[in-house]
């Protein structure tokens, strides 16, 4: 990045479990810095670090602590703003601040299938960041607004992106074991969880079957999004894991493959991020494992900083083909660490319109 200065950004939501990745995250960041934090008319007026009830380790990163939180319906000034609101006040909010002027960069569902936002994972479809320019044409605009997918979604997709390229792909079957953070705190109550699988999270399966087809869709100008002809079936379980979503994937491809060449292409794959050299980006975006009793949760989710999807147990499935088991971070890469991963790489191929901070983006 040339010049001096970082870009102004602000973390809406701040004070819960997505939101306090991304003021972890954003801590001594090259390009971002965390200039504003928003939370409910609760916390509102005071200190960030007293009413986060910080969760993470390593406490609230110094110069977070001391930011006033807004409220709700105060004006904010950054021109990046990154949402960890919850979907029940989300959708309003975000198309207010986007309206406004901002670049909104959203976790939450509300707008994820909306035919003018982008349902990014930048790996594997930056590109659909040309649907920005639609949306602020129709929208009257200034700002803009893109979504992240599920956190379950963001792994898979991550794993059948390189499949999809290399062999064609047609049918997914997942099954997710999801770690309790994903329920956000205080979350699942522990008496539900301890000693037990829960074999429901309502809306999970519908939005893996509806997202996975839209990442892997195509982009138009013309006639706008289009959708991957895959069929997806998902079943999502909660599991007593802290952090970490491990899902069991099994895929059939359109030709045939010697599992040897789906490995390949597995630990192959990269995409905009790594070819740009971004701050957030893994070095390798999906990471393959021989071990026949790996990735698990507790060894795992951590590699390339929470940023990676880890494959293992590869072999063939009498019944579709393939299939694996996989393990992603989901709070990280699930979440917050792909939204400033996304502003990133729309930074750096010019898809923004931000306010005049005096940078210039320069990736590697």
């Known amino acids: 990045m040339d010049g001096q200065r970082r870009i102004p950004v602000g973390v809406l939501g701040a004070t819960g479990a997505v939101g306090q990745r991304f003021v972890q995250l954003l801590d001594g960041h090259p ?40 409220g709700p319906d105060d004006e904010l000034t950054s021109p990046i703003l990154f949402s960890a609101l919850p979907a029940d006040v989300a959708g309003e909010i975000e198309e207010r601040l986007a309206a406004a002027g901002h670049a909104v960069f959203s976790n939450a569902r509300n707008h994820r299938l909306a035919p003018d936002v982008p349902l990014i994972v930048p790996e594997i479809n930056a590109d659909h960041g040309a649907a920005l320019a639609r949306q ?41 074991l999801q770690a309790v953070s994903g329920a956000g705190y205080p979350g699942v109550p ?11 999270i309502g809306g999970e399966e519908e939005k893996m079957a509806v997202e996975t087809r839209k990442i892997l869709g195509a982009y138009g100008a013309e006639r706008g999004f289009v959708d991957a002809d895959i069929a997806v079936s998902a079943t999502c379980t909660r599991v007593p894991v802290r952090d970490g979503h491990t899902e069991a994937v099994s895929v059939g491809l359109a030709r045939p493959a010697e599992l040897e060449e789906v490995a390949a292409a597995l630990r192959e794959f990269s995409g905009p991020p790594q070819a740009l050299g971004l701050p957030s980006a893994p070095r390798r975006p999906v990471i393959v494992l021989d071990e026949p009793d790996r990735p698990q949760p507790a060894l795992d989710r951590d590699r390339e900083r929470g940023m990676a999807t880890v494959v293992g147990r590869l072999r063939p499935c009498p019944i579709l083909g393939y299939k694996f088991v996989l393990l992603g971070h989901n709070t990280i890469r699930g979440a917050a660490g792909a939204s400033i991963l996304t502003a990133e790489t729309l930074l750096a191929q010019d898809q923004l319109r931000i306010a005049d901070c005096g940078l210039r983006i320069r990736a590697r």
Request: proline share 8%; aromatic share 8%.
């Open 190 to 200: 522990s008496l539900d969880m301890l000693d037990n699988v829960v074999p429901y």
């Open 31 to 70: 390009w971002f810095e965390l200039a504003e934090v928003a939370g409910s008319a609760r916390t509102a007026g005071r200190p960030y670090g007293a009413v986060a009830g910080w969760r993470l380790p390593g406490g609230v990163p110094e110069g977070a602590g001391d930011l006033p939180v807004r």
């Open 136 to 176: 602020r044409d129709e929208r009257g605009w200034s700002g803009s607004l893109v979504t992240n997918p599920n956190c379950s979604t963001i792994h898979l997709v991550l794993a059948l992106k390189p499949l999809y390229d290399s062999f064609g792909l047609d049918r997914v079957l997942v099954t997710t």
